[in-house]
C-alpha cells in the first residue's frame, strides 16, 4: 500500500473539512483504515476507524470528535475520508491515515502497518 492524504488547510472555528486517504495500489477496501492525529509535544492519537466491509465494517469514533466527525469509504477512488464539521481550534494537528488488518486494539498504531506522510490541520479561533 501506499497511503496519501489530502484535504489538510487553515480554517476557522466552527468550519469543515474534508480528509481524504488515497491508496495507489487500489486494495484499500481490504483493509481497516483509520485517523491519527498528532498535536505538538503530544501523543499521536486515534481520531476514527472504520474496518474493511469484509470483515465488519464497524467504525470507531474517539469521544473527542464524536457527532463532529464522520469516516466513509469511497470504493470508486479507493479512498477512505474523513469528513471533519464544527472544528475546534483543539483539533489542531498533523493528520495522518493508516492501514492494518482489522485485529487488536483499532486504537493502537501498532495495530496498522502503514501510513501516509500527514496532512496539517490548523483551526484558527
Same mark, same amino acid.
Given at each position: 500500500l501506499q497511503l496519501a492524504e489530502s484535504g489538510g488547510g487553515l480554517v476557522q472555528s466552527g468550519g469543515s473539512l474534508n480528509l481524504s486517504c488515497v491508496d495507489s495500489g487500489h486494495t484499500l477496501r481490504?483493509?481497516?483504515v483509520g485517523w491519527f492525529r498528532q498535536a505538538p509535544?503530544?501523543?499521536r492519537e486515534a481520531v476514527s476507524?472504520?474496518?474493511n466491509s469484509d470483515y465488519d465494517g464497524q467504525t470507531y469514533y474517539s469521544d473527542s470528535v464524536k457527532g463532529r466527525f464522520n469516516i466513509s469509504r469511497d470504493f470508486a477512488k479507493n *479512498? #477512505?475520508?474523513l469528513q471533519m464539521n464544527s472544528l475546534r481550534v483543539d483539533d489542531t *494537528? #498533523?493528520?495522518y491515515c493508516a492501514a492494518g488488518r482489522p485485529f487488536g486494539d483499532r486504537t493502537s498504531p501498532t495495530r496498522y502497518d502503514y501510513w501516509g506522510q500527514g496532512t496539517q490541520v490548523?483551526?484558527?479561533s
Open positions: 481490504y483493509y481497516a509535544g503530544k501523543e476507524c472504520i474496518n *479512498a #477512505v475520508s *494537528a #498533523v493528520y490548523t483551526i484558527s
